[in-house]
């Protein structure tokens, strides 16, 4: 499956940015996505996932800021942020793979075979 991300921009920290990521083909209820993000000189982390059951996941630093949600006629997942950080910065993937992953697994890249480019996010005054 290929995924194309788009959304990114610069932002003052406190604004928002929803970034979105289509899909070729229809994919959910068959396969786990999630959006992970690399900052320069950092690993790449997950940020958000959805199971294939529709479960979401969500890393600490960004619990009650960020929302995953999907549009499944569209073929597209999405990512609303809000209250940005400059810590929020780098560059946002989205990511998917076959089948369900258990919560200890949906934020792992190594769980995850098809990627975007990714798009980039600047948060900065």
């Known amino acids: 499956v290929q995924l194309v991300e788009s959304g990114g921009g610069e932002v003052q920290p406190g604004g928002s940015l929803r970034l979105s990521c289509k899909a070729s083909?229809?994919?959910?209820?068959?396969?786990?996505v999630a959006w992970f993000r690399q900052a320069p000189g950092k690993e790449r982390e997950g940020v958000a996932a959805?199971?294939?059951?529709?479960?979401?996941t969500y890393a600490d630093p960004v619990k009650g800021r960020f929302t995953i949600s999907q549009e499944q006629v569209e073929n597209t997942l999405y990512l609303q942020m809000n209250s940005l950080k400059p810590e929020d910065t780098g560059m946002y993937y989205c990511?998917?793979?076959?089948?369900?992953?258990?919560?200890?697994?949906?934020?792992?890249?190594?769980?995850?075979?098809?990627w975007g480019q990714g798009t980039q996010v600047t948060v900065s005054s």
């Open positions: 990511a998917a793979a076959f089948g369900y992953k258990y919560p200890v697994q949906r934020l792992s890249p190594h769980e995850y075979d098809s």
């Open positions: 959805f199971a294939t059951d529709g479960g979401k």
């Open positions: 083909r229809g994919i959910w209820g068959a396969y786990s």
